[in-house]
């Protein structure tokens, strides 16, 4: 079965910096796309960024040239570096899996930015 385990979420200042895990378990990261999606109160979940298995990255327009994914399969974890971040990333962040014959999301994180 597998799972996933965000963390790294909490409090910032904008224009600050913040770093979030996805530790996965029951599935190497690495045959899996593997991506970073966020839901804000009263809106639909959108996806901020995506890595998938050969290596190939994609962002969202919102966050281009501020955040980055990235991964350690020694951890079998994804990251999502977050930096001069803006109160509209405010927002719970999901970590998700997929392949052709699954997809699987965490809990989530609250990542909260203060003007």
């Known amino acids: 079965q597998v799972q996933l385990v965000e963390s790294g979420g909490g409090l910032v200042q904008a224009g600050g910096s913040l770093r979030l895990s996805c530790a996965a378990s029951g599935t190497a990261i690495s045959l899996n796309t593997m991506g970073w999606y966020r839901q804000a109160p009263g809106k639909q979940r959108e996806l901020v960024a995506v890595i998938q298995s050969g290596g190939t990255t994609n962002y969202a327009d919102s966050v281009k040239g501020r955040f980055t994914i990235s991964r350690d399969y020694g951890k079998n974890t994804v990251y999502l570096q977050m930096n001069s971040l803006k109160p509209e990333d405010t927002a719970v962040y999901y970590c998700?899996?997929?392949?052709?014959?699954?997809?699987?999301w965490g809990r989530g994180t609250q990542v909260t930015v203060s003007s």
């Open positions: 998700k899996a997929a392949r052709l014959t699954y997809s699987s």
